[in-house]
Each structure stands twice: as C-alpha cells, then as structure tokens.
C-alpha cells in the first residue's frame, strides 16, 4: 500500500474515532457497540505494538504476542459470557449453546495439553 493511501486512511480513522468519541461523551453508544467497538480497537492496538515492538519482522515473534492477547480477550469474553448466562440473556435450547459447549470442551483439552506438556 502506497504511503500517501494509507496516510489518507489513516486520517480517516482519526476523524471517525473522534465522532464516535464525541457519541460517546454524549452517552449515546450502546453497551453491546460499545463492547464492540472496544474489541477493534484492542485487535488493532496489538498488532500495531507488535509492528513496533519489532515483532513484525519474525512471524513467530508475533503469533506470540497476538495468541497471548486472544488469551486476555477470551478471559474477558469468558466473563461476560457467564454474565450474560447468569441473568438469563439465553434463551434454553438456543442453538449457540450447545456450539459453546462443544467449542469450550475442545478449548479444555488443548488447555490440559499445553500444561502437561504434550
């Protein structure tokens, strides 16, 4: 990508954030945008660290960094999972269910792997 392109881009996401900034010191950004919304500015904080950090020049270097920060992502979401559970925002027999189970079953046995070593 060309310099003088991403520099306009750049730009753009500037002015953009500071609109939804302003939305947000007016309190008008929903909680679930919100959450969204902070989950794109952390995926594009870590990689751009990354970048600076020097990790961008070794691949491993920076899956490194991006598997831990999913870490850190997955505890939170984890939390707001259990929340959103606990207060009865699911519906019984909802499909998605049963898709976390299977997901959080599997997420457990790479967990018991990867602390025995295997």
Avoid: N
Avoid at 52 to 78: F, K, N, W
Avoid at 88 to 95: F, K
Wanted: aromatic letters at 2%; charged letters at 25%.
């Amino acid at each position: 990508m060309a310099d003088a392109d991403l520099k306009t881009r750049v730009e753009r996401v500037r002015q953009d954030l500071e609109a939804i900034e302003r939305a947000l010191a007016q309190g008008a950004v929903p909680r679930r945008i919100l959450e969204a919304f902070k989950t794109a500015v952390d995926d594009v904080r870590i990689h751009t660290w990354a970048a600076l950090t020097g990790a961008e020049g070794s691949p491993a270097g920076h899956d490194s960094i991006v598997a831990q920060y999913r870490l850190g992502r997955m505890v939170e979401l984890c939390q707001h999972v259990v929340q959103d559970l606990d207060a009865r925002l699911v519906p019984p027999g909802h499909a998605g269910l049963l898709e976390l189970q299977t997901g959080v079953e599997r997420l457990l046995a790479s967990i018991k792997r990867v602390e025995s070593g295997q």
